[in-house]
């Protein structure tokens, strides 16, 4: 049906779907976990917060699932290089990442201020480190990780965990963090009522506002300190799966070189721009809709511009560029490509339908009396 | 070289994360059908009993099931984290069925799960039974698919060695679906899941009977699960995966292992009942024998050969010799001697190229491996005889105790004389760990069984971890034990203080700890249905 070349291309596009379908779901009830604690001021209205999320933070959560074991059937050396490269890192997110499942379902079934104030803790730690330490690992991913192959194709990382923690790095972390705690806002204002939807509405103002700041100050950074990479040989993107054959440099200033050339580009990261400033002008009106699709549309916008800047790469590497993971070298192949390609072609459509039908069917404003009426049905 | 302290660290941090997220998983795949078939009768019938059962069965359900969701990330994690080699050497393989799994399955239970615990008031009851059943189905399909990749890495089939790319690669997604070995296995562990569903709801059921207490909710559970679970226990026996152990070499290690077979009798061959497996003398000490049984079970037939392990062991030695020519041949590919004639003769040798692998446990210089070296190796090349001969007896062990509990809970029920059969209800209260002492001892067999492998015959598990400092992979284990010991007790303490609450937790009004309080304020309590 398709060529090596196209199928590698559409799975650089399948995995940037993947990850804003996380971004925007999943995200979501981070940027909700995130917020629990300064939107909501008794227990009602925590659980007022939750429930807007209770029905569908497990299926979102498929989303961050299914993204990760994509990497592993598309790009599985991006996936064991990332994993391991990122291993304490990527060990805190999963521990932190335990304490949701956990908070959702335990938190109310236990009447004690104790019991449910210590789980709104961790609903907390399990909502915004996650995202924290993704962006901090893009941020890292925008400058290069240490690693190279053997000639086996076993990989060596090298990178220490402290050197996570770069000015660039944690700003990307700022990056993430307040896109997901507008997102959460947005969504809040949406399908809350009252002192809740009034902070939350002013919670997607506030870090709209953020992410308009630290994104602009990322862009500055990538044109003027981050250095980006470049493939100098010839590449042939038909080619088996070989990411150490190739010459690649460090130019300063590269990871802007696709959107000169293409500059209709540009209308990526000016998206996230205006989709966020739309968010926050809009966050406070009735009914919130319009906010947080524009809250959605500027993740999308965010997420891509980066996926653009560093295209064809994924991984590069710091210490060994030449063994630079991209989309044309890293990937499975032509085979598992086309078969995948397939799964998702019928069963993604299917997926969205089905988790429309269920917020359709969930879909009401969350108020004080509906959870003081039901205080043993509902999370 | 290898770093041996790493890989046994990798092994035993792998081994404690998938045992133990393995103890809620089969529990989450069991009850979705118990659920489904309560729910479907109130439906039916529109006897709110039923749907008491339901929500309440569900509550102690979603315990489980969120417990069971948290660790299971820890395994799409860990693959990437600690397993980087295996990652590259076969993602292009199993990493599929683990994305189908997500897209297919794992979206599908865990939207509709959602919908199965607070879509009640939202959905009419015919919209929410399918919620149910949706939820179910996706639980089950996760556990095909999860078990479509494991199959594969006991018989691998449907892939092919690319030396240019250094790792397998797909070649048949029809062979890997349809791989017999996945097959049986997806058989037998969803069936046990069925068992332990079906022994979690008849053995809290029976403390209900014993204390006498909501008696018409218990016993109307205990007869959904007991008929459930004598269906499945029977499933579990008759189909256990011993029948796979036919197709693909590692598989007829394992058996080898199981019975304990150092040396290959004619057919059809004893089976060792009991016995001490003495892997020095290669004898089994004290062997109490079934004459012909095992080669009944085994291959089906009364002709059919049990291979014998030292006769394993003379086969493999072919093999690492082979697995030598064939590492030599590699290294020539992809040192850029790209011939036709290299092309060929590694072509004819690669199917022995995981074997000389082997030897990358003694010396990086694979083709010159001393003899000594190769023995080493071929000793490798059998998993540990008697843990494996042991945990197959307890898993079986078990399995029998438990038919033997279904039979006789069937039975009595049948004959509405369950409630007087004390004994009975006593005994299959204790029995309730039995599922999981099964489920976890096959894990052991199926996994320890499949060593020295990761993926048989193709990558050993010494090569497939990550480059780790052994010191970090220490502190990963511990942490991850220190906060699997927290939430299992946070989890326990849940169920149990549920489980004794009863249907009473629902807050109806209608069961037994609260029906002082209903005759106080009836109208406060009155059910809206």
């Known amino acids: 049906m398709f060529d090596y070349e196209s199928l590698k291309l559409i799975w650089w596009l399948i995995?940037?779907?993947?990850?804003?379908?996380?971004?925007?779901?999943?995200?979501?009830?981070?940027?909700?976990?995130?917020?629990?604690?300064?939107?909501?001021?008794?227990?009602?209205?925590?659980?007022?917060?939750?429930?807007?999320?209770?029905?569908?933070?497990?299926?979102?959560?498929?989303?961050?699932?299914?993204?990760?074991?994509?990497?592993?059937?598309?790009?599985?050396?991006?996936?064991?290089?990332?994993?391991?490269?990122?291993?304490?890192?990527?060990?805190?997110?999963?521990?932190?990442?335990?304490?949701?499942?956990?908070?959702?379902?335990?938190?109310?079934?236990?009447?004690?201020?104790?019991?449910?104030?210590?789980?709104?803790?961790?609903?907390?730690?399990?909502?915004?480190?996650?995202?924290?330490?993704?962006?901090?690992?893009?941020?890292?991913?925008?400058?290069?990780?240490?690693?190279?192959?053997?000639?086996?194709?076993?990989?060596?990382?090298?990178?220490?965990?402290?050197?996570?923690?770069?000015?660039?790095?944690?700003?990307?972390?700022?990056?993430?963090?307040?896109?997901?705690?507008?997102?959460?806002?947005?969504?809040?204002?949406?399908?809350?009522?009252?002192?809740?939807?009034?902070?939350?509405?002013?919670?997607?103002?506030?870090?709209?506002?953020?992410?308009?700041?630290?994104?602009?100050?990322?862009?500055?950074?990538?044109?003027?300190?981050?250095?980006?990479?470049?493939?100098?040989?010839?590449?042939?993107?038909?080619?088996?799966?070989?990411?150490?054959?190739?010459?690649?440099?460090?130019?300063?200033?590269?990871?802007?070189?696709?959107?000169?050339?293409?500059?209709?580009?540009?209308?990526?990261?000016?998206?996230?721009?205006?989709?966020?400033?739309?968010?926050?002008?809009?966050?406070?009106?009735?009914?919130?809709?319009?906010?947080?699709?524009?809250?959605?549309?500027?993740?999308?916008?965010?997420?891509?511009?980066?996926?653009?800047?560093?295209?064809?790469?994924?991984?590069?590497?710091?210490?060994?560029?030449?063994?630079?993971?991209?989309?044309?070298?890293a990937v499975s192949s032509e085979g598992t490509l086309n078969l995948m390609l397939i799964v998702v072609a019928i069963f993604l459509p299917l997926i969205l339908c089905y988790t429309i039908w269920c917020y359709s069917k969930m879909w009401r404003t969350v108020t004080r009396s509906e959870i003081e009426e039901n205080t043993h049905s509902s999370y | 070289?290898?770093?041996?302290?790493?890989?046994?660290?990798?092994?035993?941090?792998?081994?404690?994360?998938?045992?133990?997220?393995?103890?809620?998983?089969?529990?989450?795949?069991?009850?979705?059908?118990?659920?489904?078939?309560?729910?479907?009768?109130?439906?039916?019938?529109?006897?709110?009993?039923?749907?008491?059962?339901?929500?309440?069965?569900?509550?102690?359900?979603?315990?489980?099931?969120?417990?069971?969701?948290?660790?299971?990330?820890?395994?799409?994690?860990?693959?990437?984290?600690?397993?980087?080699?295996?990652?590259?050497?076969?993602?292009?393989?199993?990493?599929?069925?683990?994305?189908?799994?997500?897209?297919?399955?794992?979206?599908?239970?865990?939207?509709?799960?959602?919908?199965?615990?607070?879509?009640?008031?939202?959905?009419?009851?015919?919209?929410?039974?399918?919620?149910?059943?949706?939820?179910?189905?996706?639980?089950?399909?996760?556990?095909?698919?999860?078990?479509?990749?494991?199959?594969?890495?006991?018989?691998?089939?449907?892939?092919?060695?690319?030396?240019?790319?250094?790792?397998?690669?797909?070649?048949?997604?029809?062979?890997?679906?349809?791989?017999?070995?996945?097959?049986?296995?997806?058989?037998?562990?969803?069936?046990?899941?069925?068992?332990?569903?079906?022994?979690?709801?008849?053995?809290?059921?029976?403390?209900?009977?014993?204390?006498?207490?909501?008696?018409?909710?218990?016993?109307?559970?205990?007869?959904?699960?007991?008929?459930f679970g004598l269906a499945a226990i029977f499933c579990v026996l008759l189909l256990g995966d011993e029948s796979g152990y036919e197709v693909g070499e590692v598989q007829r290690v394992k058996l080898a292992a199981i019975e304990a077979e150092f040396h290959t009798e004619p057919a059809p061959a004893a089976f060792t009942l009991v016995g001490l497996p003495n892997e020095e003398t290669m004898e089994t000490d004290y062997a109490v024998k079934i004459p012909y049984a095992l080669g009944l079970i085994a291959t089906r037939s009364l002709d059919g050969q049990v291979t014998g392990i030292s006769d394993l062991k003379k086969e493999h030695e072919v093999r690492i010799r082979g697995g030598m020519i064939a590492y030599d041949y590699l290294q020539k590919l992809r040192g850029g001697e790209e011939t036709p004639e290299n092309i060929a003769s590694f072509n004819e040798v690669k199917d022995d190229l995981g074997y000389g692998l082997l030897l990358k446990r003694y010396t990086n210089d694979v083709i010159n491996a001393t003899e000594e070296q190769i023995q080493m190796a071929v000793e490798d090349s059998i998993p540990p005889v008697a843990p494996i001969f042991w945990a197959f007896r307890i898993m079986v062990g078990s399995g029998i105790v438990m038919l033997g509990l279904f039979i006789l809970a069937f039975y009595f029920n049948a004959r509405r004389q369950i409630q007087d059969k004390r004994w009975l209800l006593k005994a299959i209260l204790f029995a309730l760990p039995l599922p999981w002492i099964a489920i976890e001892t096959g894990w052991f067999v199926a996994e320890v069984g499949r060593q020295p492998w990761a993926i048989s015959e193709i990558l050993p598990t010494f090569m497939a971890t990550s480059n780790h400092e052994a010191s970090s992979v220490a502190m990963t284990m511990i942490a991850f034990i220190l906060v699997y010991i927290v939430m299992f007790i946070l989890e326990m303490w849940l169920m149990v203080k549920f489980a004794k609450q009863g249907p009473s937790s629902l807050h109806t009004g209608r069961y037994h700890f609260e029906q002082e309080e209903q005759e106080a304020s009836p109208q406060l309590r009155q059910d809206k249905y």
């Open chain 2, 1 to 227: 070289m290898i770093n041996e302290t790493l890989v046994e660290l990798s092994r035993w941090q792998f081994a404690i994360t998938a045992l133990f997220h393995f103890l809620f998983v089969p529990l989450t795949i069991g009850m979705t059908w118990i659920l489904f078939i309560m729910e479907a009768v109130y439906v039916m019938t529109g006897r709110v009993i039923y749907r008491d059962m339901t929500k309440f069965w569900g509550k102690l359900f979603a315990i489980n099931f969120a417990i069971g969701v948290a660790t299971g990330l820890t395994m799409e994690f860990e693959f990437g984290t600690n397993w980087s080699y295996y990652s590259h050497y076969v993602g292009d393989v199993f990493g599929a069925p683990l994305a189908i799994e997500g897209l297919m399955a794992f979206f599908l239970e865990s939207t509709f799960v959602g919908m199965f615990l607070l879509g009640w008031d939202r959905l009419s009851k015919r919209q929410h039974l399918a919620a149910t059943f949706l939820m179910a189905l996706g639980t089950n399909l996760s556990a095909m698919w999860i078990l479509v990749a494991n199959g594969w890495m006991q018989n691998p089939i449907g892939s092919e060695f690319n030396y240019a790319t250094m790792r397998m690669e797909m070649v048949s997604f029809s062979e890997l679906v349809f791989n017999p070995v996945a097959q049986v296995k997806f058989i037998h562990t969803v069936a046990a899941g069925y068992v332990a569903g079906a022994m979690f709801v008849m053995s809290i059921s029976s403390y209900y009977l014993l204390k006498g207490r909501d008696v018409a909710f218990a016993k109307r559970s205990f007869s959904v699960a007991s008929g």
């Open chain 1, 15 to 329: 995995i940037g779907i993947l990850l804003i379908g996380f971004a925007v779901t999943d995200g979501m009830d981070m940027g909700v976990g995130s917020l629990l604690p300064f939107v909501a001021k008794d227990d009602t209205e925590r659980r007022v917060v939750i429930n807007t999320i209770a029905a569908h933070w497990d299926g979102n959560q498929v989303w961050l699932i299914t993204a990760g074991a994509s990497l592993f059937a598309a790009w599985p050396m991006v996936y064991g290089t990332a994993f391991s490269g990122f291993y304490f890192a990527m060990m805190l997110t999963l521990f932190c990442l335990f304490l949701r499942p956990l908070g959702f379902d335990y938190r109310s079934k236990i009447d004690s201020p104790k019991w449910r104030y210590n789980w709104d803790k961790a609903l907390f730690v399990g909502s915004i480190v996650p995202p924290l330490v993704f962006g901090i690992a893009f941020g890292n991913l925008l400058q290069g990780i240490p690693f190279n192959f053997d000639e086996l194709m076993r990989v060596y990382t090298t990178g220490s965990f402290f050197a996570l923690f770069n000015p660039f790095a944690l700003l990307s972390g700022v990056v993430s963090v307040s896109m997901i705690l507008m997102h959460g806002g947005t969504w809040l204002s949406m399908r809350t009522d009252e002192h809740v939807a009034a902070r939350s509405a002013k919670a997607a103002q506030v870090f709209a506002a953020v992410l308009v700041v630290s994104f602009a100050l990322a862009g500055v950074m990538i044109a003027t300190t981050i250095d980006g990479y470049v493939i100098q040989s010839a590449i042939d993107t038909q080619a088996y799966a070989q990411p150490t054959n190739k010459v690649v440099t460090i130019v300063s200033g590269a990871w802007l070189n696709n959107f000169n050339s293409m500059p209709i580009l540009w209308l990526l990261p000016i998206t996230g721009f205006v989709m966020a400033i739309v968010a926050g002008l809009l966050a406070r009106f009735k009914p919130g809709g319009l906010a947080f699709t524009a809250s959605a549309l500027s993740i999308a916008g965010v997420i891509l511009t980066m996926g653009v800047s560093m295209f064809p790469f994924i991984m590069p590497s710091s210490s060994t560029p030449n063994h630079s993971l991209t989309i044309w070298d």
